[in-house]
């Protein structure tokens, strides 16, 4: 299944379906060495995560882009159930929120990211901010994608 992606309400919402267990699906989030494996946009070339699974805990995940450098990216857990739902929020109080929920169905596991707070605003001259968000995110969940893949074959 493809990436479906929407804005509602001046949310993003990201919907996939995973074939793989939710509990798996569940841990490629949660566990710093598999996020390193498939966060991140489409160039970013290394991921550094730092996870607290608990509320109140560091979910970190710093990008390294190609042309950018190293792009930080510091936040807090706001929810935490496994392994039905996680969300967090940017440490420096931006406003955004993204919040996780995990639902087994047939064939296996959907995520439904909802990504909210986004601020309406251009970056880099004319760029909408939500545009960026967007591509990141329908990459990420691209890679996650393979990488569950990876992790369920054999």
């Given at each position: 299944m493809s990436t479906e992606v929407t804005f509602e309400n001046g949310n993003l919402i990201v919907t996939r379906i995973y074939d793989a267990p939710?509990?798996?699906?569940?841990?490629?989030?949660?566990e710093a060495s598999k996020v390193e494996q498939w966060w991140g946009c489409a160039d970013c070339t290394s991921v550094r995560s730092e996870i607290e699974p608990k509320v109140?805990?560091?979910y970190?995940?710093?990008?390294?882009?190609?042309?950018?450098g190293e792009v930080p990216g510091f936040a807090t857990l706001t929810e935490y159930d496994p392994p039905s739902r996680l969300a967090y929020s940017g440490a420096d109080d931006d406003g955004m929120l993204v919040s996780v929920d995990f639902s087994e169905v047939e064939g296996g596991t959907l995520v439904?990211?909802?990504?909210?707070?986004i601020p309406d605003?251009?970056?880099?001259?004319?760029?909408e901010l939500r545009d960026i968000i967007r591509a990141g995110w329908?990459?990420?969940?691209?890679?996650?994608?393979?990488?569950?893949?990876?992790?369920?074959?054999?």
């Amino acid at each position: 299944m493809s990436t479906e992606v929407t804005f509602e309400n001046g949310n993003l919402i990201v919907t996939r379906i995973y074939d793989a267990p939710r509990d798996l699906v569940f841990d490629a989030w949660i566990e710093a060495s598999k996020v390193e494996q498939w966060w991140g946009c489409a160039d970013c070339t290394s991921v550094r995560s730092e996870i607290e699974p608990k509320v109140g805990g560091r979910y970190n995940n710093h990008m390294v882009i190609k042309g950018a450098g190293e792009v930080p990216g510091f936040a807090t857990l706001t929810e935490y159930d496994p392994p039905s739902r996680l969300a967090y929020s940017g440490a420096d109080d931006d406003g955004m929120l993204v919040s996780v929920d995990f639902s087994e169905v047939e064939g296996g596991t959907l995520v439904r990211l909802v990504h909210s707070g986004i601020p309406d605003m251009k970056v880099d001259g004319d760029v909408e901010l939500r545009d960026i968000i967007r591509a990141g995110w329908t990459a990420a969940t691209g890679k996650l994608a393979s990488f569950l893949a990876s992790q369920t074959e054999g």
